[in-house]
């Protein structure tokens, strides 16, 4: 089955520097690599997604990057802001979208 | 519209009860997945319904989880008897289809089994 490894487990950043998270996935039919974030309290929220046939995709501050024959994907947060502060899961799924996480990121930023 | 919604938000109950948790998906999505995530942990995956059939129980840890979705509506969680170990939070999540496709989660439910 699928196995999804994610580095770091911390990470405390200064509020306006960036901020990296990365993952690596074993099964090569994984085709769909969404990030959540998770707030106190709350459930995992969808903030970026991308797809196997994707190299890169952008939104605003986040942007996630694939790479295919490495087996690895990671998310970047720039300029980030207090309101980041989250913990982070990155995750791969197969066809019927059953979702293999990672252990997840405590990203804390510091004013 | 509403999301994905959990009852109840926190549990505690004593080791050997019954619990049972309950999910409203977002209306209209045939896919319904289970999720657990234990002390800090990963978030595990427990099940999969399409509608009202089980698609994957791969990842139900033991014959003490009974999951049920009459209708392809609203799914429950029953864990009987509880054991120690069975404390985290379960989160549920939908999605309109199957596979590479953005799926909704719940806000979870803490399960503490003392």
């Known amino acids: 089955g699928e196995n999804v490894e994610q580095h770091p487990s911390t990470l405390s950043v200064q509020e306006g520097d960036s901020a990296v998270i990365k993952c690596t996935y074993s099964?090569?039919?994984?085709?769909?690599f969404p990030w959540y974030k998770q707030e106190l309290g709350k459930g995992p929220q969808l903030i970026i997604d991308i797809r196997s046939n994707v190299g890169e995709k952008k939104d605003q501050r986040i942007a996630v990057t694939l790479n295919k024959t490495a087996k690895h994907f990671s998310l970047h947060i720039t300029e980030t802001q207090p309101e980041d502060s989250a913990v982070y899961f990155c995750?791969?799924?197969?066809?019927?979208?059953?979702?293999?996480f990672g252990a997840g990121t405590q990203v804390v930023v510091t004013p | 519209e509403a999301g994905v919604t959990q009852f109840p938000s926190h549990s505690v109950i004593e080791k050997g009860q019954t619990v049972t948790l309950r999910c409203d998906p977002i209306s209209g999505h045939d896919n319904l997945y289970w999720y657990r995530r234990v002390m800090g942990k990963e978030i595990k995956f427990l099940l999969h319904?399409?509608?009202?059939?089980?698609?994957?129980e791969s990842g139900m840890p033991n014959n003490r989880f009974l999951a049920e979705r009459t209708g392809g509506t609203y799914s429950t969680l029953k864990v009987q008897p509880a054991e120690l170990e069975d404390s985290g939070v379960y989160f549920c999540?939908?999605?309109?289809?199957?596979?590479?496709?953005?799926?909704?989660f719940g806000q979870g439910t803490r399960l503490t089994v003392v």
């Open positions: 319904f399409v509608k009202e059939s089980k698609q994957d």
């Open positions: 999540a939908s999605s309109q289809v199957s596979g590479a496709t953005e799926a909704f």
């Open positions: 995750a791969a799924t197969d066809s019927w979208g059953k979702l293999q």
């Open positions: 099964d090569s039919a994984s085709n769909y």
